[in-house]
């Protein structure tokens, strides 16, 4: 069974940073490129970040240099990092995980992100 599973969410004020992780598993992780995407109310879902199994990397033009994505390989798991948040970057942040073979795509529940101002 695949599960992708979000932590580190929750409630910041503008210029403050969280840390988003996402656990998987059930897949072959090296496989998978692993992104994280983000849904604000009433707003579709946009990409944030991407990362593949070698570490390349894709990033939103809205958080470049702001946001960070990694993953380490051996644990399974991917993270953000989001520097100075601002209000508009509060959303539902979900992780993400599609098999670079098949486009087969997973995705977690969710992780709320709150930024005051």
């Known amino acids: 069974q695949v599960q992708l599973v979000e932590s580190g969410g929750g409630l910041v004020q503008a210029g403050g940073s969280l840390r988003l992780s996402c656990t998987a598993s059930?897949?072959?992780?090296?496989?998978?490129?692993m992104g994280w995407y983000r849904q604000a109310p009433g707003k579709q879902r946009e990409l944030v970040a991407t990362?593949?199994?070698?570490?390349?990397?894709n990033y939103a033009d809205s958080v470049k240099g702001q946001f960070t994505i990694s993953r380490d390989n051996d644990k399974n798991m991917v993270y953000l990092q989001m520097n100075s948040l601002k209000p508009e970057d509060t959303a539902v942040y979900l992780c993400?995980?599609?098999?670079?073979?098949?486009?087969?795509?997973?995705w977690g529940q969710g992780t709320q992100v709150a930024v005051s101002s």
């Open positions: 990362i593949t199994s070698s570490g390349t990397t």
């Open positions: 993400n995980a599609k098999n670079r073979y098949n486009l087969y795509t997973y």
């Open positions: 059930g897949i072959i992780f090296s496989i998978y490129v």
